[in-house]
């Protein structure tokens, strides 16, 4: 069983930056793809990002391409989503899931793909 836990979400101002973090306890880290989803007040959660097992592969959203940046550090257990020139509607909660996998595929932007999810965090951006 693999617990996954996110923090480092706040409060930002339209421009600013917050980094994200993914901590994962329990099973092999380096055995899982990791991935960031958020979700909108009425809404079903949706893709952001995704990295590879190694951290050498990242996929983003088009929404998301050049602002915000995901990382690993596979000694540490842990996974970090920089967001730089954030928006309003960067406003959702964030969640940090994870899929234990051989190879990433086209299901890495499907929800239910994952295995493991966090409780999420809050972003809030104001105009």
């Known amino acids: 069983q693999v617990e996954v836990v996110e923090s480092g979400g706040g409060l930002a101002q339209t421009g600013g930056s917050l980094t994200l973090s993914c901590a994962a306890s329990?099973?092999?880290?380096?055995?899982?793809?990791i991935a960031w989803f958020r979700q909108f007040p009425g809404k079903e959660r949706e893709y952001v990002c995704a990295?590879?097992?190694?951290?050498?592969?990242?996929y983003y959203d088009d929404s998301v391409t050049g602002r915000f940046t995901i990382s690993r550090d596979n000694t540490k257990r842990l996974a970090n989503l920089r967001m730089n020139d954030l928006k309003p509607e960067d406003t959702a909660r964030y969640y940090c899931?994870?899929?234990?996998?051989?190879?990433?595929?086209?299901?890495?932007?499907?929800?239910?793909?994952?295995?493991?999810w966090g409780q999420g965090t809050q972003v809030t951006v104001s105009s």
């Open positions: 899931a994870m899929k234990k996998t051989r190879t990433m595929t086209t299901d890495l932007e499907i929800a239910a793909w994952y295995d493991y």
């Open positions: 990295i590879s097992k190694s951290g050498g592969t990242t």
């Open positions: 329990g099973g092999t880290f380096s055995d899982y793809a």
